[in-house]
């Protein structure tokens, strides 16, 4: 039995798993220009329809404990976005990412639930590695993924078509290094 993603949380957000109602909200955040400018442009209304039944509901099946989930405000019970820990399309690897809806950026969600789903992958899952690409241009998300223990290792292109306007800045740690680095950060200095 997959963990339960609802105990992924931080004083000040929660995940849970999407389901079908969520698909209007899917179809607003994608149907962004500014919010979809880094990954892989905007999507109509069937596009994110696919989207959701593809790459979130199926996944929930096939690939039990990873995934892409609703990233709630512990405080409202707003969605503000999307936290995900899965496969890269056509690789081996296990990322992780996020996508927030505009109204919501310049808060610190993105990095305070990276952390979180980093620590869900790496204590509970037992992942030896995660990785993590973004657009070049993106320094945004370079400084959220550095923030969030990550390190940059140069830049990397992948076969899948998906992938066809990188290279990407690519990220990536071990499980050892991180939650040492973690477990130093939060233990008590003598």
């Not at 004083?11 to 990954?39: G, H, K, N």
């Not at 690789?91 to 808060?107: M, N, T």
């Not at 241009?137 to 370079?142: A, F």
């Not at 499980?175 to 680095?181: I, T, V």
């Amino acid at each position: 039995m997959a963990p339960d993603i609802t105990a992924v949380h931080t004083p000040r957000l929660t995940l849970r798993r999407f389901t079908p109602a969520d698909l209007p909200w899917i179809q607003r955040l994608q149907a962004d220009p500014q919010v979809m400018r880094y990954v892989g442009g905007v999507h109509d209304a069937e596009a994110s329809e696919q989207f959701l039944q593809s790459r979130v509901l199926d996944d929930y099946t096939r690939h039990p404990g990873l995934g892409v989930w609703a990233t709630l405000e512990r405080s409202s019970g707003a969605l503000v976005g999307m936290h995900l820990l899965n496969h890269m399309f056509g690789e081996s690897h296990i990322q992780v990412g996020y996508v927030l809806a505009a109204e919501f950026w310049g808060r610190g969600y993105a990095s305070e639930m990276c952390g979180a789903v980093l620590r869900y992958g790496f204590a509970t899952l037992g992942l030896p590695r995660i990785v993590a690409i973004t657009d070049l241009g993106n320094l945004g998300s370079q400084r959220v993924l550095l923030k969030c223990g990550l390190q940059r290792h140069g830049e990397r292109a992948f076969a899948h078509p998906k992938y066809a306007s990188g290279p990407y800045a690519w990220f990536h740690r071990d499980a050892d290094e991180w939650l040492a680095d973690v477990h130093a950060s939060t233990s008590p200095s003598t």
